[in-house]
C-alpha cells in the first residue's frame, strides 16, 4: 500500500528508501575516521548520487561528531539529514540540535532488545526497555515529525517481544522501524520471516516504513537486505564500498545495481544516479584511504575485465555474453589520453569536469595543475586515473596541519640511505635530514625528525594507479597509536614522494582522530 510520510510524501509501492549511513556507521571502522572537510565532502558526493537519508554521525560522540553533523545539516540541500542517538534524554536533544538546521531532519534514536543484550549490555528487564522505547520516542518527536526507531540486535530478539517494542515505537510516533542484524548472525530466512512477522502481527505496521540494517559478519549482508525487502522492508541502510563495523555494512553499490538489473526478481526502484557509483565508491577510497578489493562487486577494477580467451571471445560478439551490466552504467569509462604537456589550464580544468571534479576551487585547481604539468614532464602518458590520483591527492590534503614540500632521498648498495626532507607546519616550513635502514625509513624517520611523534606503522603497501614503469604508485600507510587507527595515502611517479605524502595524510587524520572521545557502549547496529 501507499505510505504517508512527513519527509517523502506518498510513498510509491514499489520505490526503497536509500539511507546512507558511511558517515556514521562506516566512520566507526578502525581507520576510517574523516575531518570535517571530508565529511561535508562526502555528503556532498552522496547528494548527487541522490541516496534519501544521510545519517551524518552521532552528534553526542564527541564536539566534532555534532559541528559535523551540524555543518551537513546547514549545508546540504535534499536528502533528510539524520542524527543518531541513544535512548538517553542527553543524545536525544544533542542530537535534536545538531539536525535543526536541516531543511528536513531526522532523529534516529535506538535500544537493544535482544535477550543477550538486556542482560549483559542494558542489564534491564524487558518491562524497563519497552518503557524507554516509548519514552525515548516521545520526547525525539518533540522535536521533529520524523522520527526513526531501531531494534538493536533486533535478528537474535525473541519474536513476541519485538513485536511489542515495535509496536510501542509506532504508537509513541515513530515514523519508521529498522530491525537491524547488528551481529551479521542472520541469513536471508530470517530477515524475510521477521519483516514479514511485523506487517502481520503489529497494529499500525502498515502505516509505517520499516527499515533494514544487516552487518557482513557472515558475507550475507545483500542477501539479507534483498530478503527483508521481499518481507516488507521499504528503507534499506547500507553504506559505500560496504565500510562499516568488523566485516562492513550492506553495500549501496551492490544493492542498487541488483535493482537495476533484476527488475524481474527484485520489484523496486531507487532513486539512485548510478553512474555516479564509481566516483563515490573512488572518492570514499581516497578520503579514507582503504582501497577497495580488485575483484570488489560493481566498483573493484577487476569487476567488468575480462581475461578468461573464452569470455573475451563471448565478449567480441556479444558483451551480454559474460556482462549483466555495462561498465558505463556505473561510471567505469575507457581511458583517456588525450591530456599531456602541452594541455593548457582551460582544457585540464575541462578534464576535470568531464571526470566528475567540477567543483573544485581555484586554490585546488591551481595545485593540481602545477602537479599535472610536473607529472606530464615526467608520463609518456597522462591516463584519466593519474588525474583523479593526484587531484584527489590534492584536495584531500586542504585544511591540514602538516604538508609535503621536497623530498631528495640517498639511496643504494654503497651508502647509508639518507633523506632530506621540507615540510610545511602549521603554515612554518622546515627542513631536516635522517637516516634509516632503507629509503622508506630514512623518508619516515625524517618526518619524525620534524614532527615528533610516537606511532606504530602497521601497513606500508605500495601499488600501480595505471600500467608501466613510469605510472603513479598510490601508497597506502597504516598508522597506530594508542589503539587507533588511521590510514593515509599518497600518489607519484615517485615512490618514495608517494610515501611521504601517504604518511604525512595518516598523520594528518590521527591528529583529527586525538581529539575525538566516544560515548561508552556505542553501538554498530
Known sequence: MTIQHPNFGSLPDDRVIMFDTTLRDGEQSPGFSMNLQEKLRMAEALTDLGVDVIEAGFPIASPGDFESVQLIAQTIRGPVIAGLARSARGDIIRAAEAVAPAERKRIHTFLSTSPLHMKYKL?????????????????????????????????????????????????????????????????????????????????????????????????????????????????????????????????????????????????????????????????????????????????????????????????????????????????????????????????????????????????????????????????????????????????????????????????????????????????????DMAFGDGPVDATFNAIRALFPHEVILRLYSVGAVTEGTDAQARVTVRLEEDGKLVDGQGADTDTLVASARAYIHALNKLMVKRVRTEPPAVAAK
Open 123 to 431: 542489564r534491564m528487564e524487558p518491562d524497563a526497555v519497552l518503557q524507554a522505547v516509548t519514552d525515548s520516542v516521545t520526547l525525539a518527536r518533540q522535536y521533529t515529525d520524523d522520527v526513526e526507531w531501531s531494534a538493536e540486535d533486533g535478528s537474535r530478539t525473541e519474536p513476541d517481544f519485538l513485536c511489542r517494542c515495535v509496536e510501542a515505537a509506532i504508537k509513541a510516533g515513530a515514523t519508521t522501524i529498522n530491525i537491524p542484524d547488528t551481529v551479521g548472525y542472520a541469513v536471508p530466512e530470517d530477515m524475510f520471516r521477521i519483516f514479514n512477522m511485523i506487517r502481520e502481527r503489529v497494529p499500525g505496521a502498515d502505516g509505517i516504513i520499516l527499515s533494514t540494517h544487516n552487518h557482513n559478519d557472515l558475507g550475507l549482508a545483500v542477501a539479507n537486505t534483498l530478503a527483508a525487502m521481499a518481507g516488507g522492508a521499504r528503507q534499506i541502510e547500507c553504506t559505500i564500498n560496504g565500510i562499516g563495523e568488523r566485516a562492513g555494512n550492506a553495500a549501496l553499490e551492490e544493492i542498487a545495481m541488483a535493482i537495476r538489473t533484476r527488475p524481474d526478481a527484485v520489484h523496486r526502484t531507487t532513486g539512485i544516479v548510478t553512474n555516479r557509483i564509481l566516483k563515490t565508491s573512488k572518492l570514499l577510497s581516497t578520503i579514507t584511504g582503504f582501497d577497495v578489493q580488485p575483484n570488489k562487486a560493481i566498483v573493484g577494477r577487476n569487476a567488468l575485465a575480462h581475461e578468461s580467451g573464452i569470455h573475451q571471445d563471448g565478449m567480441l560478439k556479444n558483451a551480454a555474453t559474460y556482462e549483466i551490466m555495462t561498465p558505463e552504467s556505473v561510471g567505469w569509462a575507457k581511458t583517456s589520453l588525450v591530456m599531456g604537456k602541452h594541455s593548457g589550464r582551460a582544457a585540464f580544468r575541462d578534464k576535470l569536469k568531464a571526470l566528475g571534479y567540477g567543483d573544485v576551487g581555484d586554490n585546488q585547481l591551481n595545485d593540481a595543475f602545477r602537479r599535472f604539468k610536473d607529472l606530464a614532464d615526467r608520463k609518456k602518458i597522462v591516463y584519466d586515473e593519474d588525474i583523479v590520483a593526484l587531484v584527489d591527492d590534492e584536495v584531500l590534503r586542504d585544511h591540514q596541519r602538516i604538508r609535503f614540500v621536497s623530498l631528495d632521498v640517498r639511496a643504494g648498495s654503497k651508502v647509508k640511505p639518507s633523506a632530506e626532507l621540507e615540510l610545511e607546519i602549521d603554515g612554518e616550513l622546515r627542513a
